[in-house]
């Protein structure tokens, strides 16, 4: 039986579609760990989504399909805080890991990250990307029924601290110690719901503004490091797409201001300063981590992240301003 055919079964038992419907599953572009459909019904489109077992990555990365109902989890709390910045969710077979969720027209909401690639920079959107982002966090901070909901540790593990830190970790003996530090800090935090991969990748552009999508690694911890993923993000486009540099670093800027006017649970310097701490061990994951950015084909730039991120790992910054500005040395530099 192929894939499609037996998640289009699925729905029909479990009462999605009516029994005998002939639908057709059309995969979606963009899948690395999960497979991802349009379905088309008789009132309109809509996204279908199955965790994988193995991520499609070059290394052996694999991770507990369970994330998927976690996933599902984030989107309905998520909603009660932003409610236009998430896809709604239609249906969940959690025993077959796959869930139905609110389908968006490419015409009408296209990828930040393509946009970013194309130069086309809108600085008042990433701002508004760190508000809604600062609003779920804010609004999940301190809830005991979602720290129960979302004990995670295990999966976020799996799916961002070893892969990116702990890697890293072995891969940079000499910066073992900051980095495993840093992993179990991160680890121990319990303070809100994380999204853990708030990507341009993951963003759609739409006319209500910022959509989150691909919250598989949902996890009840430290919401810095939501922060730092993006900033890490916006950073390496600089690289990526050097003569959109300085407009990636104002948007980077107007990231940090949109977010930190939204922490009401801790003093926002506190904040900012563990984002910028994990921002500059995730740069330096992109290029020796398991999932290294795929944009950054050239061994100069990854020479040139690598370089930076591990100077920013021995001496981490204090602030994302400070991060930001030496960054921007180094470029200026290169």
């Known amino acids: 039986m192929t894939v499609t055919r037996e998640i289009v079964e699925r729905l029909q038992a479990g009462g999605f579609l009516p029994p005998g419907t002939q639908a057709e599953l059309r995969p979606l572009a963009g899948g690395v760990s999960s ?12 996204c279908v989504k199955r965790a994988l077992p193995k991520l499609r990555v070059a290394a052996d990365w694999r991770a507990p399909v369970e994330r998927s109902h976690f ?23 959690r025993a077959a890991h796959l869930f139905v969720m609110s389908f ?26 760190g ?25 976020f593990e799996d799916l961002r601290l070893d892969p990116f830190l702990r890697r890293c970790a072995e891969v940079h003996g000499d910066l073992a110690g900051p980095l495993t530090r840093l992993a179990e800090r991160t680890a121990r935090a319990r303070i809100s719901l994380v999204h853990g991969d708030v990507s341009p990748k993951n963003i759609l552009c739409g006319p209500q503004g910022p959509v989150l999508l691909d ?7 430290d919401p810095a490091f939501d922060l730092a993923f993006c900033s890490a993000h916006l950073l390496l486009k600089t690289v990526w ?43 330096l994951a992109r290029v020796d981590g398991k999932s290294p950015a795929d ?5 100069a730039d990854r020479a040139f992240v ?29």
């Open 35 to 46: 497979d991802v459909f349009r379905l088309d019904l008789p009132d309109g489109p809509v």
């Open 295 to 299: 944009y950054l084909q050239a061994e």
């Open 306 to 334: 690598r370089q930076t991120a591990r100077t920013l790992v021995a001496r981490p910054p204090a602030t994302p301003t400070e991060l930001a500005a030496l960054w921007r040395e180094r470029l200026e530099n290169r």
């Open 215 to 221: 919250a598989e690694c949902a996890w009840y911890g």
């Open 241 to 283: 797409k050097p003569q959109h540099a300085a407009a990636f670093l104002d948007a980077y800027g107007a990231l940090q201001a949109g977010y930190l006017a939204g922490v009401t649970w801790e003093a926002p310097e506190a904040l900012g300063g563990r984002a910028a701490e994990l921002a500059a061990a995730i740069l």
């Open 71 to 93: 996933e599902v989890e984030w989107l309905r709390t998520a909603a009660e805080y932003a409610p236009d910045a998430v896809p709604r969710v239609l249906y969940e077979d």
């Open 131 to 155: 508000r809604r982002v600062a609003a779920i966090h804010a609004g999940a901070a301190g809830r005991g029924d979602a720290a129960a909901r979302f004990d995670t540790t295990a999966l």
């Open 104 to 129: 968006f027209d490419p015409a009408s909401h296209s990828v930040w990250k393509a946009n970013l690639a194309e130069g086309r920079v809108d600085v008042a959107f990433a701002g508004e990307v």
